[in-house]
C-alpha cells in the first residue's frame, strides 16, 4: 500500500547551501537531539501485521514519540485501542498524518479525538491530483486551512502541512506548494518540513529554513542517494544532516520523526537510524 507517488515527480538533487551562522561556528557546545520519534510509516508492515507488538518494539529500540497514520485507520484500531497501545508501550504520539478530506469533514471530530490521543499537531502530506490541478486550487485548499487551523487553535491544537516532492513542481510558473506557504497564516497554519522530500523535489532544505524557517516546527528526518531518486538509511545519503538540525531555531520544542520509507527490514532500519541520529553532533 503505497502512500508516496514521488518516484514520478523527483528532480535530481541540488547541491545544499552553506549555513550562515552555526553554534559550533560561534563557540558555542555541540548539541544532540533530545527527543527523536518516529513516523510510522517507516514500520507500516510491521504494523499492519501487529500494532501492539510494533509499538512495544519502536520503544524498546529507544524511541519516545510516534506520529500516526490516521490515513491508514490506525492500522484497524480504534481510539480507545490507539490510546492504550501507546500507554502500554510508554509512546507519546505528538502527531498524525490524515487525509485532506478530514479538513472539511468532521474537522471537530477529528479535533476531539487528537486531544484524546495527546496529539499537538494533525497533518496533511498531500492533496488529491483533481484539487491541485491549478494555482487556484492550491489557494483555496490555503483558505480553507486557514479557516480550520483558526478553529484548530481554540481546541488547543494545530493544523500543518507536510511537503511532498511533486508539490514543487511549477504550475504556471510558479511553485505550488510556494503559493500555498505564503498564503496560509503562520498564525493557524504551521509547516512541517520533510528534508529528504524537499530534496527529492529538486530543491534544497536548507535554503527554505533560512527562508521559512519561523513557518517549520515539526521535521521528518530523511536522507536520500546521490541522483535523489529515493530515501536511505540516515547518514548514507547526501543531505547534510548535522547543519539541517544546526538550522533549526528552538530544535527543542519541535518534533523530529525518522522517517525512512524504502527499507527491507523495517524494525531494524528504524533502530539503525535512531542510533545515528543519537550520535549525531550539530
Known amino acids: 500500500m503505497k502512500r508516496r507517488d514521488f518516484l ?4 535530481a538533487l541540488v547541491g545544499v547551501s552553506a549555513l550562515p551562522f552555526t553554534a559550533s561556528a560561534a563557540g558555542q557546545p555541540r548539541r544532540r537531539l533530545t527527543r527523536i520519534g518516529l513516523e510510522l510509516y517507516s514500520v507500516r508492515d510491521e504494523m499492519a501485521r501487529d500494532p501492539e507488538r510494533t509499538l512495544a518494539a519502536v520503544a524498546k529500540a529507544g524511541y519516545q514519540d510516534v506520529e500516526l497514520l490516521w490515513s491508514f485507520g490506525n492500522f ?81 491544537l494545530w493544523l500543518a502541512f507536510h511537503n511532498e516532492p511533486g508539490h514543487l513542481t511549477p504550475l504556471d510558473g510558479q511553485v505550488p ?55 536511505t538509511a540516515l547518514g548514507r545519503g547526501r543531505l547534510p544532516l548535522a547543519r539541517l538540525l544546526g538550522a533549526i531555531s528552538q530544535i527543542d520544542d519541535k518534533p523530529c520523526f525518522v522517517e525512512q520509507e524504502s527499507a527491507t527490514d523495517q524494525l531494524a532500519a528504524a533502530a539503525a537510524d535512531l542510533a545515528y541520529l543519537r550520535a549525531l553532533e550539530f
Do not use: C
Open 177 to 231: 506548494y510556494d503559493v500555498f506557504l505564503e498564503r496560509t497564516n503562520p498564525a493557524a497554519v504551521r509547516m512541517q518540513l520533510d528534508v529528504g522530500n524537499m530534496a527529492m523535489g529538486g530543491a534544497d532544505p536548507l535554503e527554505y529554513l533560512t527562508r521559512h524557517g519561523d513557518r517549520y516546527w515539526s521535521f521528518h528526518l530523511k536522507d536520500v542517494v546521490a541522483d535523489g531518486s529515493r530515501d
Open 8 to 11: 514520478q515527480h523527483t528532480a
Open 76 to 156: 484497524g484500531r480504534s481510539t480507545a485501542q490507539v490510546r492504550t497501545a501507546l500507554n502500554n508501550a510508554g509512546l507519546k504520539a505528538s502527531s498524525a498524518h490524515l487525509s485532506a478530506a478530514a479538513v472539511l469533514v468532521g474537522w471537530q471530530r477529528s479535533l476531539d479525538i487528537a486531544n484524546t490521543l495527546g496529539h499537538q499537531y494533525l497533518i496533511v502530506p498531500v492533496f488529491t491530483p483533481d484539487t491541485t490541478r491549478s494555482l487556484d486550487d492550491w489557494r483555496e485548499w490555503a483558505d480553507r486551512f486557514n479557516e480550520a487551523g483558526e478553529q484548530a487553535r481554540k481546541a488547543g
